[in-house]
T-cell receptor
Framework: AQSVTQLDSHVSVSEGTPVLLRCNYSSSYSPSLFWYVQHPNKGLQLLLKYTSAATLVKGINGFEAEFKKSETSFHLTKPSAHMSDAAEYFCVVSAIGDKIIFGKGTRLHILP | DGGITQSPKYLFRKEGQNVTLSCEQNLNHDAMYWYRQDPGQGLRLIYYSQIVNDFQKGDIAEGYSVSREKKESFPLTVTSAQKNPTAFYLC?????????FGPGTRLTVL
């Protein structure tokens, strides 16, 4: 069975400071892990994905995530937040032949 | 451009009426999905289809129906049996477990 937990429902950071959105997962198989971003009243857009290649994954808009098997984590980071990063972020886990599981989302607020 | 389209963007329905949400993709993906999104609850799976003429119930299928007569199309009908249909509905297709999302339809029951 698979599960995913986003540890914070809301995160607030000041513009120009680092962003950390936390995600822990559980999977019986070698999982694929994804981060998606959703702006208000829009669909979800893929930020980055891990599929058992390099453990540090770089995505769009300066985001990256590190797959840590020992900690079962896949936290999303960005060195410097921009106002346009304000959105909801979803961590997703899946394995071939198994269900795709979405986290409940983390809303990121950027303070001027 | 390849992608997924959903129509309409906004939809209003009176209580007791059925309504159908459109989802079309030109990505040549076999698998398609419907999700419902409510504030603070993330995405919940309504129905999915792995191949034409076949579909499976997701976690919250009651009050909804789907069809998959063509690879490109996966329409969702919200029936009068759905007790609280006001929500944001997202359609997706996938390949190798990576999902591609449409822009969504916001349904409001008046």
């Amino acid at each position: 069975a698979q599960s995913v937990t986003q540890l914070d429902s809301h995160v607030s950071v000041s513009e120009g400071t680092p962003v950390l959105l936390r995600c822990n997962y559980s999977s019986s198989y070698s999982p694929s892990l994804f981060w998606y971003v959703q702006h208000p009243n829009k669909g979800l857009q893929l930020l980055l994905k891990y599929t058992s290649a390099a453990t540090l994954v770089k995505g769009i808009n300066g985001f990256e995530a590190e797959f840590k098997k020992s900690e079962t984590s896949f936290h999303l980071t960005k060195p410097s937040a921009h106002m346009s990063d304000a959105a909801e972020y979803f961590c997703v886990v899946s394995a071939i032949g198994d269900k795709i599981i979405f986290g409940k989302g983390t809303r990121l607020h950027i303070l001027p | 451009d390849g992608g997924i389209t959903q129509s309409p963007k906004y939809l209003f329905r009176k209580e007791g009426q059925n309504v159908t949400l459109s989802c079309e993709q030109n990505l040549n993906h076999d698998a398609m999905y419907w999700y419902r999104q409510d504030p603070g609850q993330g995405l919940r799976l309504i129905y999915y289809s792995q191949i034409v003429n076949d579909f499976q119930k997701g976690d919250i299928a009651e009050g909804y129906s789907v069809s998959r007569e063509k690879k490109e199309s996966f329409p969702l009908t919200v029936t009068s049996a759905q007790k609280n249909p006001t929500a944001f509905y997202l359609c997706a297709s996938s390949i190798s477990n990576e999902q591609f999302f449409g822009p969504g339809t916001r349904l409001t029951v008046l």
